[in-house]
């Protein structure tokens, strides 16, 4: 069995409280037949504010809306969804991904019937840099840095050895591959 | 005259069957392709003028057979559901050239009473075949049998064979064959682009072809409404000439001169007759052949009215050495003075009109060969306050087809998205009265083309020769580049949304008791000013329509494509957020209501049914 972290199980528990607490907000929009927005603090220039006594840079009061219901932006809300739901399960799956993971466990076919009812097919992002751009946005969203949703941006140390390691319901048996296996 | 003076050659009568055996081209006969195609064309107008004429409606046969013998040679059969022709007058309707039904002033398919005749001249003289004629007229209890010929030195019918058996059933019609030297291979994508084009203007008719080769075209009738049948109308006044005047004259001798005019002519009525007779200073109870010939020459100016054409008719005749002159001698009805104060009205409204380079004062002893056309058109406005009203010509004998017509014939053949025809009021050129039509199809399945297709029509009958030179087209065609856009020829269809190419079909007809042809292959229409303005206006208003419904759809499609971009998320945004909820609200019932209340979202914002939006994800799995 992996060691799991007493900060870890705590930091784990927080994050999936305020992930419930956000979404059951917007399901409730939802439901009420209110328009789905996502509001979330703009992490442009502009909008940031440097605290000089605790010598920290915060974001500012300025927020974006990020609507389902407008065309340039209902494609970055699926987005937005996506990620949520990936980093909600490995949350919960006690996983630590990284945010080349999330972007793989994201990345699948959204198929459609366009407006001759002809099927078509687009990839739900392209590129890692859409996902780690959502990442961002949810980091903000939540309140909560990546490392409180346990994603792992680089790599800390080494597991090496003669170990297995379950993970969720995966088995990682270290001894049969190479040292990036846990990173 | 001078040929008899200076050669000795001899001259000899050529009877009317001769003449158009040795000039067979003037009637569309000049190799065997184009004789094919002209004598399918000959026999479908006979055979719907038999029919729709008399608000029939028509069932056409037409076969094209190869002959087993020569295979160059082939029987063209029509079949027809018309009134039948008497048996005692078709030896002359098959065997007599310019014996016809149709001298009369209303608009017909055929004019010359020829065109038949011709096909089974160029029949016999091909390939030695008769014609061959089945026909019973409604109330007849008989079907008559005629096999004859052409005596064309006599220009007189043989009759080879003839004979009658009683009908069994109700039948009426006329069934001709002409058996000709023809080019099957060659003449085929005339001879259905007719047929098609004939489909186009008689959606009321029931047509069916069948090819040499055994192909089968059936054009099913969609409507059945019959235009309405000209009527036969008294010539207009503006439309005569000398010789014809002198004609009526002639069978109207004991009538006093104002009886003459108003009971001969269209459009004059007592208080006009009066005021014309004045003018030209003849007693209103002259009898009309106590006229001397000075006299029949200023009714007859004065009859023609005042035109453009008029004048132009006399302008470079060279005779004239002043335009005061030259008006003189056009309208001697007119005096000296009032000649006189057109020419300064003329001159007053040109100063306003025209810059100062291009500035000519008309005067009297102006040079009538320097007219130009905005002086003659300026003329004649002045010079019509003179003239006493005539009613324009009427529009009775003419027969358009209607916008009903159109769009179901256009319906019909080419199966459009969109599709929509304008009639426009009658009018007159040269005392003759025209109707414009034109009907506009678009998109569906006529295939994408660079330029317009203009299909032709005049009195009904397609116009498939010589597009090129054709009014119409320089109406229609599309103006190329800027330098063109100022110019008067071609059409601005990008200022009506259209982009070339496009699928898109000009429907063109006009309908006169006479067109103005090009040439004698009656295949093409001058560009007469009146009939080109009014093409040009009846094509904007149909153009008009037509941009709105693009701009429409254009609008639509936007609406839609939004509706598809925001759906298409529907299925993995409600799976994702289900993820997160199932283990707050318990069950997995979750995710449909989240669809469901999206798709409502997008209804409520655009609009639009929320079946037509869920159509955007039926079917479509969600990937996990």
Same mark, same amino acid.
């Given at each position: 069995m992996a060691y799991i972290s007493g900060i870890d199980k705590r930091v784990r528990e927080r994050g999936i409280e305020v992930f419930k607490k956000k979404f059951q907000r917007l399901a409730k929009r939802i439901l009420e037949g209110r328009p789905p927005t996502f509001i979330i603090p703009k992490r442009t220039l502009s909008n940031t504010i440097y605290d000089e006594r605790r010598r920290l840079l915060l974001l500012g009061p300025e927020i974006l809306r990020r609507s389902f219901l407008d065309v340039n932006e209902s494609r970055k809300f699926m987005q937005t969804t996506l990620m949520a739901a990936i980093i909600y399960d490995a949350l919960v799956n006690n996983e630590y991904p990284t945010i080349r993971d999330l972007y793989y466990r994201g990345k699948h076919t959204i198929v459609y019937r366009d407006e001759k009812s002809r099927l078509r097919s687009e990839y739900t992002w392209d590129e890692q840099r859409e996902s780690d751009s959502v990442i961002r946005d949810l980091e903000v969203y939540l309140g909560l840095l990546r490392e409180e949703l346990l994603i792992l941006s680089k790599e800390k140390g080494k597991v090496v050895g003669n170990m297995k390691i379950r993970s969720g319901d995966d088995v990682i048996d270290l001894s049969r591959m190479g040292h990036g296996a846990m990173l | 005259m001078i040929a008899e003076t200076l050669t000795p050659e001899k001259f000899r009568a050529l009877s009317p069957a001769q003449f158009f055996a040795k000039y067979r081209e003037i009637a569309g006969f000049s190799n065997p392709t184009r004789a094919l195609y002209q004598t399918v064309r000959e026999l479908v107008e006979n055979a719907l003028d038999a029919t729709d004429s008399h608000g029939i409606l028509p069932n056409i046969k037409i076969v094209i057979r190869r002959s087993p013998e020569n295979p160059s040679h082939y029987t063209i059969t029509v079949e027809d559901n018309g009134i039948g022709i008497p048996p005692q007058h078709v030896p002359n309707a098959f065997g007599r050239v310019l014996f016809s039904s149709k001298y009369v002033l209303r608009q017909t398919r055929g004019m010359f009473g020829l065109g038949v005749k011709a096909a089974i001249i160029y029949g016999q003289m091909t390939t030695g075949n008769p014609v061959e004629i089945i026909t019973s007229t409604m109330g007849s209890k008989r079907i008559y049998y005629f096999k004859l010929r052409i005596d064309l030195k006599k220009n007189e019918p043989v009759i080879l064979e003839r004979g009658s058996w009683r009908k069994i059933r109700d039948w009426h019609g006329t069934i001709a064959s002409i058996t000709i030297e023809g080019d099957w291979s060659r003449a085929k994508r005339n001879v259905i682009e007719y047929i098609r084009r004939t489909a186009v203007v008689t959606p009321y008719a029931n047509i069916v072809f069948v090819s040499p080769d055994g192909e089968i075209i059936y054009y099913k009738r969609t409507i059945t409404k019959v235009p309405i049948p000209p009527k036969i109308v008294k010539p207009h006044p503006h439309g005569i000439d000398l010789e014809l005047l002198k004609e009526m004259i002639k069978h109207n001798s004991e009538k006093t001169i104002k009886d003459f005019l108003i009971n001969s002519f269209h459009g004059i009525g007592y208080k006009t007759v009066d005021e014309l007779l004045q003018l030209i200073k003849? +007693? +209103?109870? *002259? *009898?009309? #052949?106590?006229?001397t010939e000075n006299e029949i020459k200023k009714l007859a100016n004065i009859l023609r009215g005042i035109d453009r054409e008029v004048i132009l008719q006399f302008k470079d005749s060279g005779k004239y050495k002043t335009l005061l002159k030259m008006l003189q001698e056009v309208f001697p009805w007119l005096s000296k003075e009032k000649i006189i104060q057109a020419i300064e009205y003329v001159n007053k409204i040109l100063v306003n009109k025209i810059n100062k380079g291009q500035l000519e004062r008309l005067n009297?002893?102006? #040079?009538?060969? *320097?007219?130009k056309l905005e002086h003659i058109d300026a003329l004649v406005r002045a010079l019509k306050k003179y003239y006493p009203r005539i009613r324009p010509p009427s529009p009775s004998a003419l027969s358009p087809l209607g916008e009903e017509i159109i769009i179901e014939g256009l319906k019909r053949v080419y199966e459009p998205e969109f599709v929509t025809a304008v009639t426009r009021k009658p009018l007159s050129y040269q005392g003759h009265p025209f109707i414009i039509e034109v009907g506009i199809a678009y998109g569906g399945k006529i295939l994408t083309s660079d330029k317009p297709v203009l299909v032709r029509f005049a009195n009904r009958i397609p116009l498939i020769y010589d597009e090129s030179s054709d009014v119409a087209w320089k109406v229609v065609k599309p103006k190329k580049d800027e330098k063109e856009k100022r110019g008067k020829e071609g059409f601005d269809w990008k200022a009506y949304g259209i982009e070339f190419p496009a699928p898109l079909i000009v429907f063109t007809h006009i309908c006169s008791t006479k067109i103005p042809f090009k040439g004698v292959g009656k295949e093409s229409v001058a560009d007469v000013p009146e009939i080109e303005n009014e093409l040009k206006l009846a094509l904007r208003e149909v153009a008009r329509r037509l941009r709105i419904y693009i701009l429409k759809k254009k609008k639509e499609e936007e609406k839609r494509r939004r509706i598809t971009v925001l759906a298409r998320y529907v299925p993995e945004i409600a799976r994702n957020l289900s993820i997160i909820l199932r283990d707050i609200m318990g069950t997995d019932g979750i995710e449909p209501l989240l669809r469901e209340k999206l798709i409502e979202a997008i209804a409520v914002r655009t609009g639009i049914d929320k079946m037509k939006i869920m159509k955007t994800i039926e079917n479509v799995g969600v990937e996990t």
């Open positions: - | 003849i +007693n +209103n109870n *002259k *009898k009309v #052949d106590s006229l009297s002893k102006f #040079d009538p060969t *320097k007219l």
